[in-house]
C-alpha cells in the first residue's frame, strides 16, 4: 500500500463518522449541550472540519477552505474568520448553533475533498518534511496528519456519543 492510499483510507474514515453522525439528527439535539456546558455536536462537527482544513490548507500552502470557500460569511457565526474553536469559552461555543445540516455537510464535503486532494499527492519522503521547528523534536508532515486525524477521530467519537445521550428536546 502507497502512503497517500494509507492517508486517503484514514481521511475518509471521519467522513463516515461524521455521516453517522448526522443521520437523523434533529437541530434540537445537534445543538443541544449536554449539563448546559458541555460541547453540542454542531459544535463538535464544526470545530473537527475547522481544524482538519486550516491545518491541511497550512500544509498544502493554500486558503483554508473556510475563508477562501466563503464559509465564515456562509455560517455567519459570531465569531472570527480565523477562529477554529481551540480555547473556546462557553458563549463561544453557544455561538456555533445551525438549524439546517445542509451548510454543516457541504462544509464538512468541502473539507474533505481538500484533504483527499492533498494527501493524494504525498510520497513517503513527503511526510519527512518539517512543517513546525517550535516543537523538539521538529514536528514533519507526517506528524502533523497523524495529529490531524487523532483529533478528528475524537471529536466524531463525542459528537456520536453526544447524539446516543438521552435528552428532554
Request: aromatic share 12%.
Given at each position: 500500500m502507497e502512503t497517500s492510499e494509507l492517508l486517503v483510507d484514514a481521511?475518509?474514515?471521519i467522513d463516515g463518522i461524521v455521516s453517522g453522525v448526522l443521520d437523523g439528527l434533529t437541530s434540537a439535539k445537534a445543538n443541544w449541550r449536554p449539563g448546559g456546558t458541555g460541547n453540542s455536536i454542531t459544535w463538535l462537527l464544526w470545530h473537527l472540519n475547522r481544524a482538519q482544513d486550516e491545518q491541511v490548507a497550512q500544509l498544502?500552502?493554500?486558503?483554508?477552505?473556510?475563508?477562501?470557500?466563503?464559509?465564515a460569511a456562509k455560517f455567519g457565526f459570531d465569531l472570527g474568520t480565523s477562529d477554529h474553536g481551540y480555547g473556546h469559552t462557553s458563549a463561544q461555543v453557544d455561538a456555533v448553533r445551525v438549524d439546517s445540516f445542509e451548510l454543516l455537510r457541504e462544509y464538512h464535503d468541502a473539507v474533505l475533498a481538500?484533504?483527499?486532494?492533498?494527501?493524494?499527492?504525498?510520497?513517503?519522503?513527503?511526510?519527512?518534511?518539517?512543517?513546525?521547528?517550535?516543537?523538539?523534536p521538529p514536528v514533519t508532515t507526517g506528524v502533523r496528519l497523524v495529529s490531524i486525524l487523532?483529533?478528528?477521530?475524537?471529536?466524531?467519537?463525542?459528537?456520536?456519543?453526544v447524539k446516543g445521550l438521552p435528552h428532554a428536546v
Open positions: 481521511f475518509g474514515r498544502a500552502g493554500h486558503a483554508s477552505v473556510w475563508s477562501g470557500g466563503g464559509y481538500q484533504s483527499l486532494d492533498y494527501v493524494r499527492g504525498l510520497s513517503s519522503a513527503d511526510l519527512d518534511r518539517v512543517v513546525d521547528r517550535r516543537w523538539n487523532d483529533d478528528c477521530v475524537q471529536h466524531g467519537g463525542q459528537a456520536a456519543y
